[in-house]
């Protein structure tokens, strides 16, 4: 990669370089267990110009997206975390009956089932097949589709302009910045409102959580950088809320440039946090490898010592963020068996590059393993109570991320 994808400058600094690994969602079936499997380099990148990390485009949203292995409404906090934000909006917007409200990257349905729920008409737009039918089963309007201009203004001709239009966790996952920004711009009315979460360049920085580095994620957004993609598709950053969910979010409401306010007194806090931390410079990116190989070294030294000492420790979670973590540790079965998770659409698979096989969650309580290495730490409360059981045995929890730390929990 030698230019920028947002501002096409040449000024691109190395952040860290995570070698290749295989796509993160492609779980192999056993029968794919000896074929070839393709790898990609995983290396983090940021523009000196306007400041957008990035990795290499080297795999395209359809060969991830067509079908897809994660479905949303398997997380009870996630599914609780879009309630919550509906019922705000509703109110924030004063939506009714006579509103309209697209989601982009509308998975399942876990969000709009709510906007369903109170009445209002809405429309998923879902590129994945398999998620899209489930979203469907469920009452949720869904379109399978890729969001760009062309698609975003049929999607305005044929059901008119959206009061609010929801991309949450999808503005990453898209090569194309300015031409999907643009899509952004052309479903939403002309005075109607954008509503974008995605994880916080700042929280992955200062927590480590390069796990969350993966190909499915084109860029890594501060604020700053945000505000700059969002301008070159016509919509101009009014407002943020920072959030816990994915260990550090942010939502970013927008505005077409033409009905455009004064920035937020929280945005204006937001940006200082992020100068302070030195995002708009090259000082703030200094530290970053360093501290992703103590990650990497501490996680080895403790399932190394577990299993010298005769201690089983085993897997919970098969998420995206888990197989970068497994992929640069180098983690086979020899350290972790297994893994299990909730989402029966993994089970009898195998993680990509690893080879480690991903169970029902059943298996912990048969197995009664000294240790869980929890992969997606980021829902770490839920997990907790979810978890709660291994007490019985006087297991205990493993969290690798910001730093290796054994939690024992109460049933």
Not at 98 to 110: H, I, L, P, T
Not at 217 to 243: C, I, K, M, P, W
Not at 262 to 280: P, T
Not at 368 to 385: F, G, H, S
Request: aromatic residues 8%.
């Amino acid at each position: 990669m030698t230019t920028c994808r947002l501002c096409g400058s040449s000024n691109l600094a190395s952040v860290v370089d995570l070698g290749a690994t295989p796509p993160c969602e492609r779980f192999l079936t056993s029968e794919q267990l000896d074929e070839e499997e393709p790898s990609f380099p995983l290396h983090l990148r940021v523009c000196t110009s306007c400041w957008l990390a990035q990795i290499p485009p080297l795999i395209t949203p359809e060969e991830t997206f067509t079908e897809y292995a994660y479905f949303s409404s398997y997380s009870r906090s996630w599914v609780d975390h879009a309630k919550s934000f509906v019922d705000a909006a509703v109110d924030r917007l004063a939506l009714g009956r006579d509103s309209f409200v697209v989601e982009v990257a509308s998975n399942d349905g876990y969000l709009l089932k709510h906007v369903v729920q109170q009445g209002i008409r809405c429309l998923g737009i879902e590129p994945s097949r398999n998620v899209g039918e489930a979203a469907r089963a469920e009452g949720v309007p869904t379109s399978t589709t890729f969001l760009s201009e062309s698609s975003g203004s049929e999607v305005r001709d044929g059901h008119g302009p959206a009061d609010l239009v929801v991309a949450n966790n999808v503005y990453a996952h898209i090569p194309d910045i300015v031409g999907f920004t643009k899509g952004l711009r052309a479903l939403v009315a002309d005075d109607g409102w954008v509503s974008i979460e995605v994880q916080h360049l700042l929280t992955l920085i200062n927590n480590v959580q390069y796990d969350t580095i993966y190909h499915e994620h084109f860029q890594y957004y501060t604020v700053e950088s945000a505000r700059n993609a969002l301008d070159s598709g016509g919509l101009s950053l009014v407002d943020v809320e920072l959030l816990d969910t994915h260990g550090g979010s942010i939502r970013l409401w927008a505005r077409p440039r033409e009905v455009t306010g004064e920035q937020s007194a929280r945005m204006v806090d937001v940006l200082e946090k992020e100068k302070a931390a030195g995002l708009h410079e090259l000082s703030g990116y200094a530290d970053f490898s360093a501290n992703v190989t103590r990650v990497r070294l501490d996680l080895l030294r403790f399932l190394v010592a577990m299993e010298e000492a005769g201690k089983s420790v085993v897997g919970y979670g098969a998420p995206g963020k888990g197989n970068t973590l497994l992929n640069h540790c180098g983690i086979r079965t020899d350290l972790l068996p297994y893994t299990v998770d909730r989402n029966p659409y993994k089970h009898g698979r195998f993680t990509p590059g690893t080879r480690i096989p991903v169970l029902p969650p059943e298996r912990i309580a048969a197995d009664r393993p000294d240790y869980v290495l929890v992969l997606p730490w980021n829902l770490k409360a839920e997990i907790m109570t979810q978890l709660s059981y291994v007490a019985e045995w006087g297991g205990k929890l493993v969290f690798p991320i910001p730093r290796l730390e054994i939690v024992e929990v109460n049933s």
